[in-house]
């Protein structure tokens, strides 16, 4: 008989420093852009809908880097 284990696992996202206006900011890795890992994803990648890049690498893609979709347009989004 196989046995298994059942217990919850337990996942720790990274935080990471960047550099802001006036100080360092703890942002979690998972909010940092995929493609230059400097920035804040703060855009949406029409028509998909992934959110994986910062606007400024979001104008340069030609496709999603998830999906490859082809990208018609980038939306710059403001978070809560």
Known sequence: MLNIDWTPL??????????????????RSDDLC???MDAIVDCILLECGHMVACTD???????????????SRVVHVFRA
């Open 10 to 27: 337990t996942v720790t996202i990274p935080y990471v420093l960047i550099a802001g206006d006036a100080d360092m900011t703890a942002v």
């Open 57 to 71: 690498c979001g104008k340069r893609l030609a496709e999603c880097p998830i999906c490859r979709r082809y990208v």
């Open 34 to 36: 995929k493609v230059c």
